[in-house]
């Protein structure tokens, strides 16, 4: 195995790709990498903008004899998912990525690599820098903040952009095209932390879930994956009360729109209740990892003896806590009955964690029908509601309508047929593009996706297809070769 990426073809596009991995640039930690793409852009004597919500904006003419083409956004986003497996010691703001070559993949050792998005971040940034390829007007579009809100893509301005047409390179199956996609909406729920004294006699322990392999809460939630959270509760929920277990804090789950790979507590149980916790957790981590088997065989659970916390949750509050969790909707909700395969209503039961003043609750909600989207909002709301909870919904995002008429998928499905002999797949997808933010407010933009083939993105998982970089970017340049005249 090696880690030297820049020698993979096409290298143009891998030696951009291995300069971000430098750049530490988890979401909402992005100056550095800002600074970089403005640099990258003056340094080529091109037209560069950054604007007030942190994307950054490079221009380049037409090619001699490609004045006449329609003008295309090449757009990616900035930012990166932070994610590192137990016990990697990793600083997401400080330390480079590390890329691995193994073999027809390119992962990360031990964290999220960064190709969702940094290998449509890479592609752009070839186009840009290229002497020889001939292309329209072209305008690079390196939206900030896109895995924590779409920050970027929410506060793009009206007419800074020129271009015609868009394409997305945030896409994760080399071959197809998404020309449509799901809206979201975030539920933030929390209950005031209310405490007792933890009784007398009692013992303190962590409680751990991990081992499964999380992933994107968009594009992998179909695969039916183990979410740690929900194994948590559920074990609380089925054997606290007869192991007379208190909960003393709870560090369950992390990013909103990745599915939970592990989650801890701490908690408490009288002083001769220690064996029978330990073996309620093995009997337990059996049927779970029985109903995962085929999904997701790497649960495991362990105990581990810890100081007795001084203080644990109130009675109630546990109660109440522990089953609003366990009645919150996880998983899918709906599957479309227009598009086959394509989920069309789910939600993410993302984070569960207690600080010294509440414990907070987040979910991400997605569908591409806006009506289904408020009606399971309403749910989740009234389960946290009926617990007592503090229910709030934030950062709505719109979803992406396909047209199917589009002029830029035309050129699509024209070029790959005549590059390889079959018509690309052509479909929507379960997760965030920024398309439906960005069509709000360029309206007549034309728009589709495309990317290579990712997989575990917003995990320690994520791996990039090495070939998939190279007929992607292919693709890419006989697209732009090709594009319509105004």
Request: hydrophobic share 40%.
């Amino acid at each position: 195995m090696s880690s030297d990426i820049r020698n993979l073809e096409p290298k143009a596009v891998w030696g951009f790709f291995y300069e971000l991995t430098r750049i530490p640039r988890p979401s909402r930690h992005e100056e550095a990498i800002q600074e970089f793409m403005v640099s990258f852009g003056e340094k080529l004597g091109l037209e560069t903008v950054k604007d007030s919500a942190g994307n950054v904006i490079i221009r380049k003419p037409a090619t001699p004899g490609m004045e006449d083409r329609k003008g295309i956004v090449l757009q990616a986003h900035l930012d990166m998912v932070p994610q590192a497996n137990r016990g990697k010691e990793h600083d997401f703001t400080k330390d480079p990525i590390t890329p691995v070559i193994d073999g027809e993949w390119v992962r990360a050792d031990g964290t999220t690599l960064g190709s969702d998005n940094g290998i449509g971040v890479a592609a752009a940034m070839a186009v840009l820098a290229s002497s020889d390829i001939p292309h329209g007007p072209v305008e690079g579009l390196f939206t900030a903040t896109e895995e924590t809100g779409m920050d970027g893509a929410e506060g793009l301005e009206p007419g800074l952009l020129q271009g015609d047409m868009m394409l997305n390179l945030d896409s994760e199956d080399e071959g197809e095209v998404y020309v449509g996609c799901a809206g979201g909406l975030d539920g933030n729920f929390s209950f005031p932390l209310e405490i007792d004294p933890t009784p007398a006699g009692h013992v303190g322990f962590t409680l751990s879930v991990t081992g499964l392999a999380g992933g994107h809460s968009g594009v992998e939630i179909h695969l039916e994956r183990g979410n740690a959270n929900r194994v948590l509760f559920r074990f609380l929920a089925l054997h606290g009360p007869e192991l007379g277990l208190r909960i003393a804090s709870i560090d369950a789950g992390g990013l909103r729109n990745a599915i939970p790979r592990e989650a801890f507590a701490t908690v408490a149980v009288p002083s001769g209740g220690a064996e029978a916790l330990a073996s309620a957790v093995a009997a337990f981590e059996e049927t779970v990892k029985t109903e995962l088997s085929s999904v997701d065989p790497g649960l495991h659970m362990e105990v581990e003896s810890c100081d007795a916390p001084a203080r644990v949750l109130a009675a109630d509050l546990q109660g109440r806590l522990v089953r609003a969790v366990n009645g919150c909707p996880n998983g899918i909700i709906r599957w479309s009955t227009e598009v086959p395969n394509l989920v069309e209503t789910s939600t993410n039961l993302a984070s569960v964690k207690s600080d010294g003043e509440r414990i907070a609750i987040q979910c991400l909600l997605r569908s591409s029908v806006d009506s289904a989207k408020d009606a399971l909002a309403l749910a989740l709301g009234s389960v946290f509601e009926l617990a007592g909870a503090e229910v709030e919904f934030a950062g709505a995002y719109p979803g992406w309508k396909p047209n199917m008429d589009s002029e830029i998928l035309k050129v699509m499905q024209d070029t790959y047929e005549a590059m390889h002999g079959r018509v690309p797949e052509t479909m929507a997808i379960h997760a965030g593009l920024e398309c439906g933010l960005i069509g709000a407010v360029y309206p007549n933009l034309d728009m589709a996706s495309l990317g290579p083939t990712i997989r575990g993105p917003h995990s320690p998982d994520e791996r990039v297809q090495i070939k998939t970089v190279g007929l992607f970017y292919d693709w890419l340049l006989e697209i732009l070769r090709n594009a319509p005249t105004t």
